[in-house]
C-alpha cells in the first residue's frame, strides 16, 4: 500500500534521531531524508544534512539501520537536489561527486533510492542541454544501477528566482522532455521521483504523466500549489513564476488529489509518498512548521490511511 511520509528537509536543526522520532511520535511511515554535502546552503530548502554520506562508517550504518527498525520508521530515499549541468564546470564536477557519494550511502544502508535533478545550464536550450545530459548522466545511473540503488529526477523546472532566469536549473520540467531523457538513458532504474504541482503552475494536467510513466515512479513528493489567475493575467507566463503562483501544502492549493490518487492506484504504485513543505505561510516559527506537517498529514489520511 501506499506509504505516507516527508521531506526531512523543513526539519533543518533537527538531527536525524529527532527527525525520525517526530515521524515516529506522528504516525508516518517513512521519512526521506536530505544528504547535501556540509556546508554553507545556496538556496531555501539546501544545505541539509540528516545523514552525511561522506561520514558513513560501520557503526554509523548500524546505527541508522537499527533506529529506523526500534522506531517503525523507514528512509524511503535520500534526497540531494543539486545542478550537475552548472555552466560553471568545478560546481557541476562538486554536484556529479556528491551524487556518486550518495547512492554510495544508499548502498551501504540498504535505501533503495536517491532523489536529485538532472540540473540544467539556464542559458542554453532543451536540446543543447539534452546533448550535455548525454554526455554527463549515463555513467551516474550505471553507477547507481550496479549498486542496486534507483535514481528518481524531481520535475521541478528550479526557475523561482532571478538568478534562475531564463531557462531555470533542472532540465526534467515536462513529459516531452521526461521522453527523451528516458530514450536516452533506458536503464529502468532511472525515473522520476513526481511531484504534481510543478505540472499544475505551468499550466500542465498533473494527472495523466502518471499513467503514461507508470514504469519509472520511483517515489512521490506531495506538494500543492496555488496560481493566481489575476496575478498571471497580469503577468503573463514569461514573467518569474513566482510573481502569479506560490507553493501550498496539501489540500490549500490547486492539485486535484483525488484524481492524482485515483492515478497511483490505478497504475499499482505501492510506494512512499512524502509531504514536502515549501510554503512560506508556515515558516514563521517551529510551531508553524509542526503545524504544516501535520495539516498536510491530517488532510492525506483520507487518501492514505495510517498504516
Avoid at 48 to 76: A, C, N, P, W
Wanted: aromatic share 10%; glycine share 6%.
Amino acid at each position: 500500500m501506499l506509504k505516507l511520509g516527508f521531506v526531512s528537509a523543513i526539519l533543518p536543526e533537527k538531527t536525524f534521531e529527532q527527525v525520525i522520532d517526530f515521524a515516529a511520535a506522528e504516525q508516518f511511515s517513512c521519512v526521506e531524508i536530505m544528504c547535501w554535502p556540509k556546508g554553507k546552503a545556496e538556496r531555501r530548502y539546501a544545505g541539509v544534512s540528516h545523514i552525511d554520506v561522506g561520514t558513513l562508517d560501520d557503526e554509523m550504518v548500524q546505527h541508522i539501520r537499527t533506529y529506523q527498525k526500534e522506531k517503525k520508521v523507514f528512509v524511503s530515499g535520500l534526497g540531494y537536489y543539486p545542478n550537475p549541468m552548472d555552466p560553471d564546470d568545478k560546481k557541476a564536477a562538486t554536484a556529479m561527486a556528491h551524487i556518486r557519494a550518495v547512492v554510495d550511502g544508499a548502498e551501504k544502508l540498504g535505501i533503495p533510492v536517491v532523489n536529485t535533478f538532472i540540473g540544467r545550464n539556464p542559458s542554453l536550450n532543451i536540446n543543447d542541454n539534452l546533448k550535455m545530459f548525454a554526455e554527463r548522466f549515463p555513467e551516474i545511473v550505471a553507477y547507481a544501477s550496479k549498486k542496486g540503488v534507483k535514481i528518481g529526477i524531481e520535475n521541478c523546472p528550479m526557475f523561482f528566482t532571478n538568478d534562475e532566469w531564463p531557462g531555470g536549473k533542472n532540465l526534467a520540467i515536462s513529459p516531452a522532455v521526461w521522453e527523451r531523457m528516458f530514450d536516452l538513458v533506458p536503464d529502468p532504474n532511472f525515473g522520476l521521483n513526481y511531484d504534481p504541482s510543478h505540472l499544475v503552475w505551468m499550466q500542465m494536467d498533473p494527472v495523466q504523466p502518471i499513467y503514461d510513466f507508470r514504469d519509472r515512479l520511483h517515489h512521490i513528493h506531495l506538494k500543492d500549489v496555488k496560481v493566481y489567475p489575476e496575478k498571471l493575467n497580469r503577468v503573463g507566463i514569461l514573467a518569474n513564476p513566482l510573481e502569479y503562483h506560490s507553493p501550498k501544502i496539501p489540500g490549500l492549493g490547486d492539485v486535484p488529489w483525488g484524481r492524482f490518487f485515483a492515478a497511483l492506484t490505478d497504475v499499482g504504485y505501492r510506494g512512499p509518498c512524502c509531504i514536502e513543505v515549501e510554503d512560506k505561510a508556515y515558516e514563521k516559527s517551529e510551531e508553524d512548521i509542526r503545524m504544516a506537517i501535520l495539516t498536510s498529514r491530517n488532510y492525506l489520511r483520507q487518501f492514505i490511511p495510517g498504516s
